[in-house]
């Protein structure tokens, strides 16, 4: 463990072992000032707030291995023909959600051992500017907004839509097995 993330850790535990101390104090008829137990609070969630920011969320190097190709819908048919999967992510730079999927699920080493597979091909369409190509392709599936996560295989050949906030689960399952 990261020995800043520890000693975060550690003072977190601390505020808020003291807030709650002085809380039930009060609660017992101590005169605790309510802004000493008010700025306990806030230290206590600005040390959450930087633990968070701190703690690594992916192995952001693994990600960088998974070879993305723009997305092309038309040629999608002649990958699945091949015998292989397609796994589109249509994301935004500006969409909060695509970029927690990315931290929570897309970055995440089981996942990308998964999207590394030769029989997998990864596409993207990136609608951070407006693209009709990807926004007619959205509309196919009654999308209008990102993220789209969806994965075509052999099981799935007219795609296999995924939850827009992503799991680890819903995302493995929805992958083909490995042959």
């Given at each position: 463990m990261n020995s800043i993330l520890?000693?975060?850790?550690?003072?977190?535990?601390?505020?808020?072992?003291?807030?709650?101390?002085?809380?039930?104090?009060?609660?017992?008829?101590?005169?605790?000032?309510?802004?000493v137990l008010a700025l306990l609070l806030v230290f206590a969630s600005i040390n959450g707030a930087?633990?968070?920011?701190?703690?690594?969320?992916?192995?952001?190097?693994?990600?960088?291995?998974?070879?993305?190709?723009?997305?092309?819908?038309?040629q999608i048919e002649g990958i699945l023909a091949e015998g292989k999967a397609v796994f589109v992510d249509v994301s935004a730079d500006w969409c909060n959600i695509c970029k927690a999927n990315k931290d929570r699920v897309l970055h995440q080493a089981v996942v990308v051992e998964r999207l590394k597979d030769k029989d997998m091909v990864l596409m993207r369409g990136d609608l951070t500017h407006s693209d009709a190509m990807i926004e007619a392709y959205l509309a196919k599936y009654q999308a209008y907004g990102v993220p789209f996560n969806i994965v075509y295989s052999q099981a799935h050949p007219n795609g296999l839509v995924l939850p827009r906030v992503l799991s680890i689960d819903d995302l493995l399952s929805a992958l083909p097995l490995r042959g």
């Open positions: 520890l000693v975060s850790a550690l003072t977190l535990s601390l505020l808020l072992g003291l807030l709650a101390w002085l809380s039930y104090k009060k609660a017992k008829g101590s005169q605790i000032p309510t802004a930087i633990s968070y920011f701190i703690y690594p969320k992916a192995d952001a190097h693994a990600y960088k291995e998974l070879v993305w190709q723009p997305l092309v819908p038309e």
